[in-house]
């Protein structure tokens, strides 16, 4: 295990490279700051990592064979550098995470998760473990792409005042279906004015909200207030 030749370590660099590519082509599709290359450099950062504590516990071994004497003195973990490459990877990951509080939503979460997730495939295919390695990467690859259509979906609130009740609901679904967004709940307020609060669901890549509330304005008489969350 701990003796590995030239070919094995190449092979070893190409895998972790090219796992990266696919992944990190993944993400930078999908419009994300962490894209192909960024992927590529944690994989193979990882992967050398991984490779050098092959290397360490083989020159310990060696020289503990060559010094039996102070062979009881020796302690080799392979494992110790790719741990502290696990817990580095966490803050870089942790770069890409992004709070909107205006929207009040976070993005970047799968990001980071898929960074840090790289260098543990990366880690895996530096020890030789390429059947885990490969079904790591094909699940992460499903999750990445197969399964994005279920994650698109999101909640959005919509808050609107009217100054009179006629016709108002009736026009607004209207305009809300031409958007693909189904009401999940709504909420009324007793005031001044018919207040209402919408939770909606809809397709978070379909919905341009700038649009929506200028068609809801147009579309809908008697609105005297909207916000879109």
Not at 35 to 55: D, K, P, Q, Y
């Amino acid at each position: 295990m701990f003796e590995i030749s030239n070919e094995i370590i190449l092979v070893r660099f190409l895998a972790s490279f090219l796992i990266g590519a696919i992944i990190g082509y993944t993400r930078q599709r999908a419009g994300q700051s962490a894209g192909m290359r960024t992927h590529i450099v944690v994989a193979l950062g990882a992967t050398t990592v991984a490779l050098a504590g092959i290397a360490i516990a083989a020159e310990s071994i060696s020289w503990a064979m060559e010094n039996p004497e102070y062979s009881n003195l020796m302690r080799v973990d392979i494992t110790r550098l790719a741990g502290q490459v696990i817990t580095g990877v966490s803050f870089l990951g942790a770069g890409t995470i992004v709070l909107n509080k205006e929207k009040r939503s976070i993005s970047g979460l799968t990001t980071a998760a898929t960074i840090w997730t790289v260098a543990g495939l990366g880690i895996t295919i530096g020890y030789g473990f390429y059947i885990i390695s490969l079904i790591g990467a094909i699940l992460l690859f499903i999750t990445l792409v197969a399964l994005r259509q279920i994650n698109r979906t999101r909640t959005f609130l919509l808050e609107i005042h009217f100054d009179n009740q006629r016709n108002k609901m009736k026009d607004l679904f209207t305009v809300l279906a031409e958007f693909d967004l189904e009401v999940k709940d709504i909420e009324f307020k007793v005031g001044e004015e018919f207040a209402y609060t919408f939770e909606l669901s809809g397709n978070a890549d379909t919905v341009d909200i700038p649009d929506l509330t200028t068609s809801i304005l147009s579309g809908v008489n008697s609105v005297t207030y909207i916000n879109m969350i």
